[in-house]
C-alpha cells in the first residue's frame, strides 16, 4: 500500500517538471518585442516586420481617445488584440510562418465609418 503515494508523488513530480517550461517565453522561443500605440486615426508602426517562424509579443498601447484594439489578417496568427481603452495598454503573441506582406488594422466600428476606414490600418511583413 505505501509503494502507491510515493508512485503517485513520483508521477506529480514528474508532471510538474515537464509542464514547467510552458509558462515561460523561453518555451515559445520569443524572440522579439514589440511595442505600438494606437491613436485616432492610426498606429505608430504603418509596417512592422517580423521573421517567419519567430514568436513576437506585440503591446498594443491606447494613446488615443477612443478605444482600439489590433486585428492582424495573417495566416497563424492568434487574431485580434483585446480592445482597450484611452491609457490602457494589452499584449498578444504573433506567430507567422508563412513570408509574405499582410494587413493589420482596428476593427472597432465608428458612428459613421469604422477606425480602419478612417485610417487605422498598416502592413505586416513576414520575412523569410
Not at 51 to 67: E, I, K, R, S, Y
Not at 77 to 102: C, F, H, K, N
Not at 104 to 120: A, D, K, L, W
Request: charged share 15%.
Amino acid at each position: 500500500m505505501k509503494a502507491r503515494p510515493v508512485m503517485f508523488v513520483a508521477v506529480l513530480f514528474a508532471l510538474a517538471v515537464s509542464l514547467a517550461p510552458l509558462g515561460s517565453a523561453e518555451a515559445f522561443h520569443l524572440h522579439h518585442r514589440m511595442s505600438v500605440d494606437a491613436f485616432e486615426w492610426g498606429f505608430s508602426a504603418r509596417e512592422i516586420t517580423i521573421p517567419a517562424g519567430a514568436w513576437v509579443q506585440l503591446t498594443l498601447n491606447n494613446t488615443g481617445q477612443f478605444p482600439h484594439d489590433i486585428t492582424f489578417e495573417a495566416p497563424g496568427t492568434w487574431g485580434a488584440s483585446e480592445r482597450i481603452t484611452s491609457g490602457r495598454s494589452t499584449a498578444m503573441d504573433l506567430y507567422v510562418t508563412q513570408p509574405g506582406t499582410y494587413i493589420f488594422y482596428c476593427s472597432v466600428p465608428g458612428t459613421t465609418r469604422t477606425h480602419r476606414e478612417q485610417g487605422m490600418e498598416g502592413r505586416l511583413v513576414v520575412t523569410p
